[in-house]
T-cell receptor, first 111, second 115 residues
């Protein structure tokens, strides 16, 4: 089983739609969680960290379910500019910063 | 100017050649990383360094070596390149703090093709 698993997609949605991605992780001791965004042929960039209580940043909401070992990302009111690959990232050990990356979920937002 | 730079951005080489990829950062971060990205496999850690003179193997270090010449520079070498090292290579940096949520900042990547 992979340490971090994501549905590769692609998710094809119209502008204005709400879309959700899930990610599961295998190490129950994992300490911190992130969503990174990667545009085609570009470097990954941090979208948001994921906190135990859940957190929101504008149209983006991240949730963590430790009991079921999954992380979710919800995007509301999708924009064309949201088209990208979203990487689920897990830090298995506190303070160590040795990140484990999922393979990514591709999102395509169409007019 | 970019905070994390990589050179070259693209490189085509032949099997058996020695290749060096360079990474420089102006962020003042102490931690630096080299990853490779392959379709369907995601980013995988090759080597990482928490400070000058500190070198650690990642999950796929075989066939690679690194050098941390200064806090701002971290180079990756392929001693004898082989075709399955064809990939997109990223350098990343982060700063040491007590928190667990420290962001890693990535360079623009080097696309390497080994023929």
């Amino acid at each position: 089983r992979k340490e971090v698993e994501q549905d590769p997609g692609p998710f094809n949605v119209p502008e204005g739609a709400t879309v959700a991605f899930n990610c599961t992780y295998s190490n129950s001791a994992s300490q911190s969680f992130f969503w990174y965004r990667q545009d085609c042929r570009k470097e990954p960039k941090l979208l948001m960290s994921v906190y135990s209580s859940g957190n929101e940043d504008g149209r983006f909401t991240a949730q963590l379910n430790r009991a079921s070992q999954y992380i979710s990302l919800l995007i509301r009111d999708s924009k064309l500019s949201d088209s990208a690959t979203y990487l689920c990232v897990v830090n298995p050990r506190a303070g160590f910063q040795k990140l484990v990356f999922g393979t990514g979920t591709r999102l395509l937002v169409s007019p | 100017d970019a905070d994390v730079t990589q050179t070259p951005r693209n490189r085509i080489t032949k099997t058996g050649k020695r290749i060096m990829l360079e990474c420089s950062q102006t962020k003042g971060h102490d931690r630096m990383y080299w990853y490779r990205q392959d379709p369907g496999l995601g980013l995988r850690l090759i080597y990482y360094s928490f400070d000058v003179k500190d070198i650690n193997k990642g999950e796929i270090s075989d066939g690679y070596s690194v050098s941390r010449q200064a806090q701002a520079k971290f180079s990756l070498s392929l001693e004898s390149a082989i075709p399955n090292q064809t990939a997109l290579y990223f350098c990343a940096t982060s700063v040491t703090t007590g928190g667990a949520h420290n962001e890693q900042f990535f360079g623009p990547g080097t696309r390497l093709t080994v023929l």
